[in-house]
């Protein structure tokens, strides 16, 4: 009965790794695409308050906030053998590395718009962009807090927990239609007039790298949320659970 389990799991798993593999073909020409588009049609890449320096802001932002923070979703997926504190500090790593890829690519885009004299956070595209980051930053904060920070309250960690999956997907959904909306717009201010219903190249690259994305995030949702797919505790993870949970219970009772 057993060997006919494992021979089940090791099916989940094949399929698993091979969506796994499909989104990092579909992360990785993403990425890609948007820096042909931005070096090759945009006028490449600077940091001196010119249009170049704003193109580091889309490259940025769909490195971070798409892209790694995608892959940081998937940790608990793929690295299913690695002991859990491990796991939990490769996700807060890309996390990080993620952040501070958004951060650079916010200090970017306010510079130019500074230096070119143009108004700040006007537009659709910045609200949701700006939403979506205030929302991962306290999602990393308080995930650090509940997760990764000693001495956290085991109920405090389950309470928690669907919360923290719930704001996961939903801000890298929200990190999509932010990068979706911000090619739209740029696409809207390069070609002006009728340009871009003539589909230039331009437009055609940028087009497939939303679709792209749109790919990349659908595929990290699915595996996420597949329930076969989770990590499963160990033996030993369970029972520093319960050791926690038991300390936690005597605590409240003296």
């Keep these: ?6 021979i089940e799991d090791m099916d989940k798993l094949r399929g698993l790794s091979w969506m796994v593999a499909l989104s990092q073909g579909l992360g990785i020409t993403m990425v890609v695409l948007m820096g042909v588009w931005l070096n090759t049609y945009m006028g490449g890449f600077a940091w001196d308050g010119s249009g170049k320096e704003f193109n580091l802001h889309p490259l940025c932002m769909i490195c971070g906030m798409v892209f790694l923070y995608g892959e940081a979703a998937l940790v608990y997926r793929v690295f299913r053998q690695t002991e859990k504190l491990r796991a939990k500090i490769i996700h807060g790593s890309l996390l990080l590395l993620a952040f501070v890829a958004v951060v650079v690519g916010l200090v970017a885009v306010f510079q130019f718009h500074n230096h070119a004299h143009i108004t700040n956070m006007y537009s659709l595209h910045s609200w949701c962009g700006m939403t979506t980051v205030i929302l991962f930053c306290l999602q990393f904060l308080i995930g650090f807090l509940s997760f990764l920070l000693p001495g956290a309250r085991p109920s405090i960690r389950k309470f ?3 919360i923290h999956q719930f704001f ?8 999509l239609v932010s990068v979706i909306s911000g090619f739209d717009e740029k696409l809207i201010f390069k070609l002006k007039g009728s340009g871009y219903s003539k589909l230039p190249p331009t437009a055609v690259i940028a087009n497939v ?4 994305s749109i790919a990349f995030v659908l595929t990290i949702l699915f595996i996420i949320q597949k329930s076969d797919w989770r990590r499963k ?9 319960i050791h926690f949970r038991a ?7 003296e």
């Design 233 to 241: 505790s160990s033996e030993e993870e369970e029972n520093l659970s």
């Design 247 to 253: 300390l936690s219970q005597g605590s409240d009772t």
């Design 209 to 212: 790298c939303g679709l792209v």
């Design 160 to 162: 928690y927990l669907p």
């Design 1 to 6: 009965m057993s060997s006919i389990n494992e």
């Design 168 to 175: 996961g997907g939903a801000i890298l959904i929200l990190a």
